[in-house]
């Protein structure tokens, strides 16, 4: 069955760089899309940025200076690299499968999510 | 980038009753539209794509309507289990935002 898993630090100090990786299982990174969502404590959902099955990517205009995605196709995994963290960027860091096929680009499977502080 | 206007930001709504929540989208996304259910500290789930498609396993109290830049969710006939936040996102060019959410709480 399908299954994403994020793995985060935890706590990051501000102005530091914070790297997230999604493993995820049945089904291959060649053919679907996989995005990050995030979640601010008591907020609503920030949609990040996309890795598709080719390998381009898509970012949030506001942070594609701050931000990158890259994958590992053998391996499964998905990366998420944020960098010159600041406070704000405090959240919970979901990634999420996308089905273009059935389902026009929304998300139908999401990994449980990891939870990032900043903070010195 | 496209904004989507979510309403409203809250609801007190009873068992049984039916409710409609509203997303307006800055600019005409074609029915390229999800909505998404979220139960406190769970991710979210996809219940409806492409603004009227239930996903799998949706029951069919939820329904998504709309076109061009105004779309809705109704749930009819609410059961305990709906409550929760509920946030529609849009898929007509990158970035995909999410709308702000509605929460739906028990009255």
């Known amino acids: 069955q399908v299954q994403l898993k994020e793995s985060g630090p935890g706590l990051v100090a501000p102005s530091q760089s914070l790297s997230i990786t999604c493993t995820v299982s049945g089904f291959s990174l060649t053919s679907y899309g996989v995005s990050w969502v995030r979640q601010p404590p008591g907020k609503g959902l920030e949609w990040l940025g996309v890795?598709?099955?080719?390998?381009?990517?898509n970012y949030h205009s506001a942070l594609i200076s701050r931000l990158s995605i890259s994958k590992d196709n053998s391996k499964s995994q998905v990366f998420l690299k944020l960098n010159s963290l600041q406070t704000d960027d405090t959240a919970t860091y979901y990634c999420?499968?996308?089905?273009?096929?059935?389902?026009?680009?929304?998300?139908?499977?999401w990994g449980q999510g990891t939870s990032v502080t900043v903070s010195s | 980038d496209i904004q989507m206007t979510q309403s409203p930001a809250s609801l007190s709504v009873s068992v049984g009753e039916t409710v409609t929540i509203t997303c307006r989208a800055s600019e005409n996304i074609y029915s390229n539209l999800a909505w998404y259910q979220q139960k406190q500290g769970k991710s979210p789930q996809l219940l409806v794509y492409a603004a009227t498609n239930l996903a799998d396993g949706v029951p069919s109290r939820f329904s998504g309507s709309g076109s061009g830049t105004q779309y809705s969710l109704k749930i009819n006939s609410l059961q305990s289990e709906d409550f929760g936040s509920y946030y529609c996102q849009h898929f007509w060019g990158t970035p995909y935002t999410f709308g702000g959410g509605t929460k739906l709480e028990i009255k």
């Open positions: 999420a499968k996308e089905d273009g096929y059935r389902y026009g680009y929304a998300m139908d499977y």
């Open positions: 890795i598709w099955g080719d390998g381009s990517t």
